[in-house]
Every structure is written in C-alpha cells, then in structure tokens.
C-alpha cells in the first residue's frame, strides 16, 4: 500500500493492492486511519486498481473511513476498481457514500 497527500489539493491517495480481507484489513485501516489524521484530507482515494480480492472486510474498511472523513467536512472517492469489486461496491450500496469512478478503459 501507498500513501500520498497532495497540500495543493487536499487529497489524501491510498493505493490499495493485493487481497483486503480480514487478515490484511486491520493494518489497512491502522495505517489509513493514522494518514487521515495526520493530513485531515477534503478528499481521501481510495485506490483499487490494484486490488485483486476483497470481501465484507473491505466494505467495512470503507465505511469505518466514511464514518472518520464525515465530522471532518471531507468526501471518499473509490477509484479504479476491477469489474468484480465494482460489482461488490455497488451490491454494498457503497455509491451512496462515495464516488466510484471506474477505470478509464472501463467507461465507454
């Protein structure tokens, strides 16, 4: 996982990769969650490009992140995910508290 900030912005970037599951979610979310505070980001991506299977761990690694970036005024954009997370993204409902935007040669 990467994580950068962008001052000019405010976004906070996290690329995610391999497998979120709930062996890898909790350092996920130690690490993501301390980056949050560190910058207090307008806009935390949220990565996927990289990812290659995510359960119900990587839902609620999303809506724990959602819960965090509410009282600070900020929004989540889930970017790049492959067909098969969009799909549990959207089962989730997870459109309804964050942006998804596909990969660019996924959306014709």
Request: net charge negative; with cysteine.
């Amino acid at each position: 996982m990467q994580i950068h900030y962008d001052t000019e912005t405010g976004k906070l970037h996290v690329q995610l990769d391999g497998e979120i599951d709930h062996h890898s979610s909790n350092a996920l979310r130690a690490e993501v969650d301390a980056a949050i505070y560190a910058h207090l980001p307008r806009t935390l991506v949220l990565d996927f490009g990289a990812v290659s299977f995510m359960d119900s761990s990587g839902i609620g690694l999303i809506m724990g992140r959602y819960k965090i970036m509410q009282p600070l005024g900020g929004e989540i954009i889930l970017a790049n995910p492959a067909p098969h997370i969009s799909r549990v993204l959207r089962l989730a409902g997870m459109e309804r508290l964050a942006c998804i935007e596909l990969p660019k040669e996924v959306v014709s």
